[in-house]
């Protein structure tokens, strides 16, 4: 009887040997989800790859080094369908195996775009044999009439395909990497949605679009009521909340048929506050809506397909809507964007997270808009730019950072390279404190005031002081007043620094872009002065902290300023006296 059930658990296993906990999936930590790789939580410092960079392995051969050079610990690599199935049902896995090699060899993990049906909207990766077969493939139309190169979501012989052609791609990842995990998680299409149009407007979909709004749908609005994104919450309720009827008696009125859609929002003009504000909203909601609800639809097929293979974490990215691009069709509609995330998590349940490809100014909201409702924070594509990597891994408890054409830019003596090199010196503390209240991140710009966290039993006052300079003394020994320090001229820099709390009085610091200067102020009963412990400047080497200086004297301010200077990780414990 014993062996019975131990071969029947034994069965219950992936046949590729591997316990579920091994191979890559999402887990919970307070408020954040990280990604679990080999059963130890794993932050992805990555880039993603132009977007036809490894369509060979020989273009790819300069690549690898210069992405080990720059820090990266992963890398985003799309896969076309074309060149996967370059004829119906005849797949081609050699370049894909040896993605997978090549990664390996340079200790990198993987996370593959999946260009399928869609990519940027259009669909200019589908293979020819789906492109040129019109009939069975259909294509959107748009205003006119006018057919596009962009397949309809109202195309089932299509979804099957795709669905067909990933499952194979995912049983394919399953047998050649189930027991290495080098693959952590798959991108499922590239930045869907309808453009130059606000909606599909063939006769299926004009026909869907008629009709009542899923009985699926409404209901998981109705449970979710009270958590819904505003922007969608304010649509529904100026329609009075109604539980039934088509998408524009429930939603509010899709395009007028006589507006010609602009390539951007600019044509016509917005006034000032339009600009400002119009990007935040819905416009002509039942139109955007509808869309989500197909794409969300067509794509949990495909992810369910690809799932039923090998279930790792599997994700859509959003082309976001910004000043310039405002209007559903000048961005893609119903992509996975955050005025219709709950759109999105009613259609795709099989989805792990959606994720925005930001290229915006506005890092922060773009991040706490897609962080709701705890929407894991993963970003696919960003630009080139260092000042938000610790903001997201230290504010937003984001699972990876990707700035995109990574190829491009990535190098040794970047500031990338550095930030990235920070954060992997600190990674075992930032992992131990995401989704708590013990770990923060700060912008600072040298001449400006201090700004202020609380962290463990302190309120820490942050300063940036530029190059990071050795302190000066205090005036007054023993205040523990921040002096103040001489300026260069020149522009303004700005540090940004990460802070975590791994108990009441110890902590760990990194800085980046600038040396940051911290001073502490108790926030429990007790002696008011704020003493420096050990302060050691060090990294995380095989989870285990290494010193690498062990700071005083002129390091400290003789014992009593801190300061974190750039590319530089400390450990802190403080006391209390007096
Ligand atoms: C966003 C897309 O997702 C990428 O594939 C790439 O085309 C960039 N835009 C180009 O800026």
């Known amino acids: 009887m014993k062996t019975r059930i131990l071969l029947a658990a034994l069965l219950a296993l992936p046949f590729y040997g591997q316990t579920v906990s091994g191979i890559p999936h999402l887990q919970k930590q307070g408020t954040a989800t990280q990604l679990i790789v080999d059963g130890k939580p794993f932050l992805a410092l990555s880039g993603e790859l132009g977007n036809n960079s490894a ?14 050079s720059g820090n990266l610990n992963c890398v985003l ?27 390996r060899r340079n200790n990198l993990k993987v996370v593959f775009l999946w260009f399928g049906s869609w990519k940027n909207g259009l ?54 990497d189930g ?23 063939s006769a299926a979909a004009n026909q869907a679009f008629d009709s009542a709004v899923p009985k699926q749908l409404m209901d998981y609005l109705e449970k979710h009521k009270d958590t819904l994104a505003p922007e969608l919450r304010e649509v529904w309720a100026a329609h009075g909340f109604k539980t039934a009827g088509s998408w524009e008696e429930v939603f509010g009125a899709g395009k007028p048929d006589s507006v010609d859609m602009p390539v951007q929002t600019r044509t016509p ?28 639809r067509y794509i949990n097929a495909v992810v369910e397909a690809g799932k039923k293979e090998y279930t790792i974490p599997m994700f ?36 792990d997270l959606l994720a925005p490809d930001l290229y915006l100014q506005y890092f922060d909201e773009v991040c706490t808009r897609f962080t709701r409702n705890a929407n894991p924070l993963f970003i696919p594509e960003t630009s080139v730019t260092a000042t938000n990597v610790l903001p997201a891994f230290g504010t937003f408890n984001a699972i990876g950072f990707s700035p995109f054409y990574i190829e491009r830019s990535v190098g040794p003596d970047t500031e990338l390279a550095a930030a990235y090199r920070l954060i992997s010196q600190l990674t075992p503390a930032i992992l131990a404190q995401q989704g708590k209240d013990s770990i923060t991140a ?15 039993n302190y309120t820490l006052s942050l300063t940036d002081i530029g190059n990071g300079r050795v302190p000066i003394a205090p005036e007054t020994p023993g205040t523990g007043q921040v002096p103040q320090s001489p300026r260069q001229a020149g522009p303004v820099a700005q540090a940004q620094a990460i802070l975590m709390a791994a108990g009441p009085n110890e902590f760990y610091f990194g800085a980046v872009g600038g040396a940051v200067r911290i001073a502490f102020a108790p926030d429990t009963p007790g002696p008011k002065t704020v003493g420096l412990g050990d302060v050691q400047q060090g990294k995380f080497v095989d989870g285990v902290w290494r010193v690498i200086r062990q700071l005083g004297g002129d390091d400290t301010g003789q014992g009593e300023i801190l300061t974190v200077r750039p590319n530089s990780a400390l450990r802190v414990t403080v006391y209390r006296y007096e």
């Open 55 to 68: 369509t060979s392995l020989e273009n790819m051969q300069p690549v690898w080094p210069k992405l080990v």
């Open 77 to 103: 690599v799309a896969l076309s369908w074309a060149q996967l199935e370059p004829a119906e049902g005849s797949f081609d896995f050699a370049l894909v195996d040896g993605l997978i090699q090549e990664a």
């Open 123 to 176: 669909s200019s990766y589908a293979p020819y044999w789906v492109k040129s077969d019109y009939t069975r493939f259909p294509r959107i139309r748009v205003k006119g009439g006018r057919s596009i190169e962009l397949l309809s979501t109202f195309g089932d012989a299509t979804r099957d395909a795709d669905a067909r052609a990933f499952g194979a791609l995912m049983r394919h990842i399953r047998e050649v």
């Open 179 to 201: 027991s290495r995990h080098t693959v952590v998680m798959m991108q499922v299409e590239n930045e869907v949605g309808v453009l130059r149009d606000s909606r599909d407007r």
């Open 269 to 296: 003009p917005l006034s000032a506050e339009e600009y400002q504000t119009g990007w935040r909203q819905l416009h002509w909601p039942a139109d955007e809506i509808f869309m989500a609800w197909n794409y969300s």
């Open 316 to 351: 859509m990215n959003a082309w976001l809507q910004q000043p310039n691009m405002a209007w559903p069709g000048t961005y893609p509609s119903g992509g996975p964007l955050p005025q219709v995330h709950d759109v999105w998590r009613a259609g795709a349940p099989a989805a």
């Open 442 to 456: 700060v912008r600072l710009n040298e001449g400006e005031g201090p700004a202020t966290v609380r962290l463990g």
